[in-house]
């Protein structure tokens, strides 16, 4: 089987377990998966935590700040039974899934050889910190060879850079609905991967255009696109040697992939 392009769980296999959980990512894995993406943010007590947004009103219906809650207090929230209630899926099928730790990640992933994309997000001043921690645990479980940190706020992945150069780094893209990008804007893209000192550069698909995906290799930029589910971007990535793409049901994709 070709594993060109790479496929990886959004939040995991979101599509089909709650997000940024365990049991997400446990099931990308099973599902085929050669890695997942996550977000990671701080708690109060500064510890790497898996969360996407800044609350928890979506994924767990209470009106607290991730960064107000320590994380002993954020394990003790159920961040699984929205999903049961979104799907329709027996009571308590994920209900009691809690919000791990990075930590809690790399432990699971100890016990294969998925890739993990590691999506900072940095509030402000937080940026150093949540880059130490991140960079602390990824020498502590010897996943270097792994792990790519990625973020929108590219001062967030130069400061890892910074810290350790062997750890891959991504610039993370996205179009602004407010302003959308020019096609110059769209080729600045490149230049600011690269004054970040990124070795990759991950796009949203409506940016991954065939110039900007060749202008990023020619600098040599490792080029992700997300976060698509539809099997007509096998070929596209094969074509344009994207090397990886981000979806919320990997398995379905690794079933277009052959």
Not at 32 to 46: H, K, N, Q
Not at 87 to 92: E, I, K, R
Not at 147 to 154: I, K, M, P, Q, R
Not at 208 to 218: L, M, N, P, T
Request: hydrophobic letters at 45%; one cysteine or more.
């Amino acid at each position: 089987m070709s594993l060109c392009p790479l496929i990886l769980g959004h939040r995991g296999a979101s599509a089909v377990a709650p997000e940024n959980t365990l049991a997400a990512f446990a099931r990308a894995m099973s599902d085929g998966a050669d890695g997942i993406e996550f977000d990671v943010r701080l708690s109060r007590d500064g510890v790497p935590v898996v969360i996407h947004d800044a609350n928890l009103n979506r994924t767990a219906g209470v009106a607290r700040r991730v960064s107000d809650l320590t994380a002993k207090e954020l394990q003790e929230i159920d961040v699984g039974g929205w999903f049961d209630d979104r799907t329709g899926n027996p009571p308590a099928t994920f209900g009691g899934e809690k919000l791990p730790t990075l930590e809690q990640v790399y432990e699971l992933f100890s016990q294969n050889n998925g890739v993990l994309y590691v999506e900072m997000k940095c509030e402000g001043d937080e940026r150093v910190d949540l880059a130490e921690g991140v960079v602390r645990l990824t020498r502590a479980f010897g996943l270097l060879d792994r792990v790519v940190v990625e973020s929108f706020d590219l001062s967030g992945i130069a400061a890892v850079k910074k810290i350790d150069a062997a750890i891959r780094i991504a610039a993370l893209f996205e179009p602004k609905i407010s302003q959308p990008l020019s096609s110059l804007l769209r080729q600045r893209m490149v230049a600011a991967a690269l004054d970040a000192g990124a070795d990759e550069i991950a796009l949203h698909h409506s940016l991954a255009s065939g110039r900007v995906i060749e202008k990023a290799k020619r600098a040599g930029l490792e080029v992700v696109v997300w976060t698509v589910d539809e099997p007509s971007w096998i070929e596209t990535a094969r074509s344009l040697g994207i090397k990886a793409l981000i979806a919320n049901n990997p398995a379905a994709m690794l079933r277009h992939r052959g």
